[in-house]
């Protein structure tokens, strides 16, 4: 430092083109695959998603990775597709291999990630934004993809530990008729052994009425029971869950996919430099950042760090470099 100190500007200019980090241009080109399937129609008012959520995420990573990379001679690059199929999106994935990508982020369900994994070998490396099966860490794990979307377990482990504090331990659980909702329920009930809350009632919502005009009259009776501390509902696509507060039998807060829900991102994260990312977020996509969006974000944004201080695009290296204790993830 004393050494800089001592030396004219233009020297300084001289010995940070000669920084190894420099020597040579480093083009990094990151896929991102979107695949999200129309639910159907669904029997009450939800607000959807926004058709571009995830991408919006993927692409403010990758100008907060060019940021530092024009630095390093690092040029970040994203190729998006969004697909309209399973075939579709496979297809694009194909594509891409042969042009030589070998950095995928993708959003889609399990099915079609397993499928992806499974196609793409130990030299491609693929992080999953979007798919929050629990088999996707247990029997469905594969060593090439990486996962920034929590699991339906870390999310009903966060609920379960917030119940716990609140010691509201007497739980009911309403669970819906798809194999999304069954997951979601599975989660629940071992989260709620671990934190060693009571499902006081376990009932299946096996109704296919319309709730818009009868919640008041269906929900207090579906929701009888001596006593409870909170109503959990497992509807994951929203077919019920939103009439379910303030409808029930007992006057207790809901939680789970309705009421207060745990999720990846909101709006109103603000510590740990989150204000200045939600900033940069509203400017680029002129709406809040939601939990697809940071998913996306944090893996590109985890693939930048990597490259920046590894200087090589290598899957292997990146994935050694994320497992290890050097990886931070600055907002």
């Known amino acids: 430092m004393s050494f800089l100190s001592r030396t004219a500007a233009t020297s300084l200019i001289t010995l940070a083109a000669a920084s190894p980090l420099q020597a040579e241009n480093l083009d990094v080109r990151i896929g991102y695959l979107q695949w999200v399937p129309d639910q159907g129609p669904v029997l009450s008012n939800v607000i959807p998603e926004p058709e571009d959520a995830g991408l919006r995420g993927a692409e403010l990573a990758i100008n907060d990775n060019s940021t530092t990379g024009k630095f390093l001679g690092q040029t970040y690059s994203l190729q998006s597709e969004v697909a309209d199929s399973e075939e579709a999106a496979i297809a694009a994935f194909d594509a891409m291999r042969e042009n030589g990508f070998d950095l995928f982020v993708v959003n889609a369900p399990a099915s079609t990630l397993i499928a992806l994994t499974e196609k793409a070998g130990d030299n491609i490396l693929i992080f999953n934004a979007g798919a929050k099966d629990d088999a996707l860490r247990t029997g469905q794990c594969h060593v090439n993809l990486l996962h920034t979307m929590p699991s339906y377990s870390m999310l009903t482990d966060a609920l379960g530990q917030w119940l716990n504090q609140r010691r509201w331990d007497e739980v009911f659980l309403i669970t819906g008729p798809t194999e999304a909702d069954k997951g979601w329920a599975d989660a629940f009930r071992r989260s709620a052994k671990r934190f060693g809350l009571e499902i006081v009632e376990d009932k299946p919502w096996t109704f296919d ?10 929900l207090p009776l579906f929701t009888q029971a001596s006593d409870y501390d909170a109503v959990v509902v497992a509807d994951v696509r929203g077919d019920f869950g939103e009439y379910v507060p303030f409808n029930t039998w007992l006057p207790r807060p809901v939680v789970g996919t309705q009421g207060m829900s745990p999720v990846t991102w909101h709006r109103v994260v603000e510590s740990w430099g989150a204000a200045q990312l939600q900033n940069r977020f509203r400017e680029l996509a002129g709406r809040d950042m939601n939990s697809e969006d940071y998913a996306a974000w ?32 600055a907002a």
């Open 209 to 218: 009425a319309d709730l818009r005009r009868t919640a008041s009259k269906e």
């Open 298 to 329: 944090t893996a590109v944004r985890s693939i930048g760090t990597a490259i920046t201080d590894l200087n090589s695009a290598s899957p292997a290296e990146i994935r050694n470099y994320l497992f290890s204790d050097k990886f931070q993830l």
